[in-house]
């Protein structure tokens, strides 16, 4: 038969394949979320996520010259701190593991952005994202306004310390305003903020609340994080961050939320990143250990759809793994 349309022509071969295809992957634009805590000589695997670990000041910097070797465009440090409180105080001592880890990053690792997450979940006792306040709808309430000095506190702390990116992810109201007002007047005006803007009360999280110790003792997010089913809401969220003053505005979890991914970078006119998490992560890798999906196929082809969706910057734990498999040309003959 004559058929004149045959979009098999172009499928051929892996290299009309990859001459034909419409997005590329870059290591440029990955960024490999880190947990750091207090200690030396720290490489805790993490059970829940195979190939990730806790590490201590030292070995984190030898993590980040790995990375910078493979590529990766930068990292996100998340802090075990050795003491929790209600005020989550641990997360602006400029002793702790993140600001110790992001002054040896910096000197170690100039060609790596080393990001700072800015919540206090991973510091309370209680593992809110905020202190909290006793009102009549029970004593896990946050008190959104209470919070906002000690984000700009711990965000001003990871600013000191080094940090090229600060990124706060309490998604509590106002909390790009209040930090980037504390980071000016601290004399940080040139440190950018990385919003998480659309944050979703995720089932996606386990496995990292297993690895920072957040999960929360009373409760749950809901109150703060939104509601998956909003996209419209997604994109106001974006909105008011950027008028806040977000250098660059988040999506999480990456995977579940393409849609808003596509919209706020519709609306948008700063970067968008989006972050595939340990949730997104521990699911592939679990179902590969069962031989049910091929890991490295699985992870090229979220990136990808994450990537295609209109996120530029990717946080994913499979960084590395990425790096690699861009770099070596293995996801050039797919
Ligand atoms: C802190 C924070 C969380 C994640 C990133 N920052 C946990 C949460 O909101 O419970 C989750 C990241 C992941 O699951 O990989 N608020």
Partial sequence: MDLVHRPRRLRQTPALRRLTRETRLHPAELIAPLFVEAGRGIHTPLASMPGQFRFSVDTVVEE?????????GGVILF???????????????????????LAALKAACPGLVSMADVCLCEYTDHGHCGILHATARGATDVDNDATLPLLAQEAVCYARAGADVVAPSAMMDGQVAAIRAGLDAAGFRD?????????????FYGPFRDAAGSTPGKGDRKGYQMDPAN????????????????DAVMVKPAGPNLDWIRDIAEAVDVPVAAYQVSGEYASLHAAAERGW???????????????RAGATWILTYFAAHAAEAITSGRWDRV
Avoid: F, H, N
């Fill in 293 to 307: 999906i091929d890991l490295d196929r699985a992870a090229y082809e979220t990136l990808l759809g994450i990537r």
């Fill in 79 to 101: 802090g075990i701190p050795a003491r929790k409180d209600a005020r989550g105080a641990s997360g602006w001592d400029p002793d702790g593991p993140v600001p110790q880890a």
């Fill in 64 to 72: 980040g010259k790995r990375l910078e070797r493979l590529g990766v």
């Fill in 191 to 203: 440190t950018p903020i990385l919003a998480y803007s659309a944050k979703s009360a995720s089932a």
């Fill in 231 to 246: 996209p419209r809401e997604a994109v106001r969220e974006a909105l008011l961050d950027v008028e806040e003053g977000a």
